[in-house]
């Protein structure tokens, strides 16, 4: 006996014999049908987002429509706003420029957003509507300037005759430099006017004009979304009615789409955005075009009659709502309907004739009360008489819990919607604690859409003890895959010279983009998300939380690969054996590849400087006969693959 005693005590001093952690795969059990559209995104024109953002236009206030219309401008000379006999009614402003011969120059400095990011040799378009008064020929130099006020790119433009007309020019960059400008000096003595004062990078995404920030869309493409939520949030409702997003301004000539101001400019005292506007460059077209780059399902949002609850009570009386809901159905057309209806045709000329593949829409975001009830019948009647086949959202309010959650989710069930948008910005350690959220919902009504979420903690910075705790809540997504349908984290994207709202998945300066490791964690999700799930459970539990390990796992009929997440959230390093019960062949030798998120440091940020901090890395084990084991870091999430005959 005092033998057996004295061996325990050598291996336990030696650290061989810690209780074992075992979960358990079971792959007898198949569980429900992952969607193949699960994880995406949502994109919003907030933080500077969409202009100065992921649309590539590099001119701030192009149209002169803001409302001080020399916002973003710096005149210099005989410089005046005009709009009668404008080039576009719907944005009528431009500006007149008169050149004397006796000034030293005419002309127009723009700042871009937070200035303007050129590079080394890359080409840029530069176009304007242009009429000479007299119809004689003019002479504009268009200038790249450096933020050392060196002219890095030049080229002449001439305007020639009374009518208006569209002159464009290519310019080379000679220098890198993140916070340039732009110049345009009227050399010829006479008066000219100019609008829509245009430039891009030549490289955009696919190198389509009016094309997005490649470099953006990238990284969006690099996440493979299965869902792209659009164009908001807060957005579509506006601060004011008149202020909402209407998805028929942002399609069309992209000159004629009226500007709109962005909702998020006043919102915070601390936080404040007087020239942030909306042009609709990146619009409705372009957004349902991305979704389809992208290969996700598009799903867009519309007002619902009610502004922004949180800004004002403005509301659309309920019998008034009918061109509302016509906005709806055309929109639906727009995206789905053949060539010869009436929003299909504009589709068709913006370069599109095939459908969309409208699946989705929601009505309204974050409303709340029994307003949000009674808009929402006449929305639905509509929807479900005309297109059966579209799954309408509706939504429970701002909060995951309280007064208007607990009124409006048993009001969505009653009314059949097919989804229901949940919102839940909390601290990470809600996401720890609520990863069993979804184990006891109602399977019987509709399903759930996390349409916007993220863990935010003290700090409000992007950092890896939040992005753990959100990998840890989502393997209760994952695990609640019959229930939760679809989950997209919020905001996308944060200039760091211009944000609202933090955290924000990807930030950006003007010349390029950090992957937060909150990103990180929804591409693991993502590219992994397998075909259905499977049971893991520990001690016949699932593992949500406790002693800090959380688990989910999907079998993956493509690569016939068994999917485990594993997420450490507790302080001590683990070693966890992952059994695969039900296996048919013994795994002895099989690679197991592991991709690790992890940091020692739970307030380590990535940064622009220092983007590759908190990082995937790769690396493969050794299974063993029906498992195998990895070393669970303290702080980290795995995925861990491995292939079954
Ligand atoms: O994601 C930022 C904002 O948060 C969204 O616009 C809104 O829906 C929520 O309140």
């Given at each position: 006996m005092k033998k057996y005693v004295v061996i325990l005590f050598i291996l336990l001093s030696f650290g061989n014999l810690k209780a074992q952690i075992k979960f358990e795969v079971d792959l007898l059990q198949p569980g429900a049908t992952i969607a193949p559209d699960m994880y995406g995104v949502f994109f919003e024109d907030i933080n500077f987002g969409a202009d100065g953002g992921l649309y590539a236009e590099l001119v701030k206030n192009r149209s002169f429509e803001f409302d001080q219309p020399f916002v973003g401008w710096l005149p210099f000379g005989d410089v005046s706003i005009k709009n009668e006999n404008p080039c576009f009614n719907r944005n009528p402003h431009y500006v007149r420029m008169n050149e004397t011969g006796l000034r030293r120059g005419t002309g127009l400095e723009n700042e871009g957003f937070r200035r303007i990011g050129f590079r080394e040799n890359a080409a840029y378009n530069f176009s304007f509507y242009a009429r000479s008064l007299d119809g004689g020929q003019k002479k504009f130099k268009i200038e790249l300037v450096s933020s050392k006020e060196e002219i890095i790119g030049r080229e002449e433009v001439l305007v020639e005759g009374e009518e208006w007309k569209r002159y464009s020019v290519s310019l080379t960059a000679g220098e890198t430099d993140a916070k340039g400008k732009l110049r345009l000096v009227l050399e010829t003595p006479g008066i000219v006017d100019l609008d829509h004062i245009s430039l891009f990078p030549a490289e955009t995404w696919k190198n389509r004009e009016n094309g997005l920030r490649k470099d953006l869309v990238e990284a969006l493409y690099d996440l493979k979304p299965g869902v792209f939520r659009f164009p908001g949030g807060c957005i579509i409702e506006g601060n004011t009615l008149e202020t909402r997003y209407q998805w028929k301004n942002s399609v069309g000539a992209v000159e004629n789409r009226p500007l709109n101001?962005?909702?998020?400019?006043?919102?915070?005292?601390?936080?404040?955005?007087?020239?942030?506007?909306?042009?609709?460059?990146?619009?409705?077209?372009?957004?349902?075009?991305?979704?389809?780059?992208?290969?996700a399902e598009p799903l867009p949002v519309v007002s619902c009659g009610l502004a922004c609850q949180y800004e004002s009570t403005e509301c659309v009386p309920v019998g008034d709502l009918e061109p509302f809901v016509q906005d709806a159905l055309d929109l639906i057309e727009f995206a789905n309907g053949p060539v010869n209806s009436e929003w299909g045709k504009v589709r068709a000329e913006m370069g599109h004739p095939g459908s969309f593949n409208l699946k989705y829409i929601a009505i309204g975001n974050e409303q709340w009360g029994e307003g949000y009830v009674e808009r929402l019948i006449p929305f639905m009647k509509a929807i479900r008489e005309k297109y059966p086949e579209i799954q309408i959202i509706g939504t429970s309010g701002p909060a995951p819990d309280g007064e208007h959650f607990d009124y409006l989710w048993p009001k969505m069930d009653e009314l059949k919607v097919d989804l229901v948008d949940e919102h839940y910005y909390r601290s990470?350690?809600?996401?720890?604690?609520?990863?069993?959220?979804?184990?006891?919902?109602?399977r019987n009504g509709p399903k759930v859409f996390a349409g916007e979420y993220a863990a935010h903690p003290q700090s409000r910075d992007n950092n890896a003890f939040s992005a753990i705790a959100e990998a840890a809540f989502m393997t209760g997504l994952e695990r609640n895959a019959d229930i939760v349908r679809l989950a997209t984290y919020a905001p996308l994207l944060a200039h760091v010279d211009a944000w609202q709202w933090k955290p924000d998945m990807i930030w950006f300066d003007n010349l390029s983009a950090v992957r937060t490791p909150n990103?990180?964690?929804?591409?693991m999700y993502a590219r992994n998300s397998g075909t259905y799930v499977l049971p893991v459970t520990q001690n016949g539990e699932n593992i949500a939380g406790e002693d800090g390990l959380y688990a989910s796992a999907v079998f993956d009929e493509g690569s016939s690969e068994v999917v485990t997440k594993v997420v450490n959230a507790g302080s001590l390093s683990k070693d966890i054996f992952i059994s695969l019960n039900g296996l048919q062949a013994p795994l002895n030798g099989e690679r197991v590849q592991i991709i690790e998120l992890h940091s020692n440091v739970p307030e380590a940020v990535n940064t622009l400087e220092k983007p590759n901090t908190i990082v995937p890395v790769p690396s493969f084990v050794e299974a063993g006969k029906d498992g195998f084991t990895i070393k669970a870091q303290a702080n980290a999430f795995y995925v861990c693959r491995i292939k079954i005959k």
């Open positions: 101001e962005n909702r998020w400019n006043y919102t915070f005292k601390h936080r404040f955005f007087p020239d942030y506007y909306q042009t609709y460059g990146l619009g409705f077209y372009e957004f349902f075009l991305l979704s389809e780059d992208l290969g990470p350690e809600w996401f720890l604690e609520n990863a069993k959220r979804y184990d006891t919902y109602d990103y990180y964690v929804q591409q």
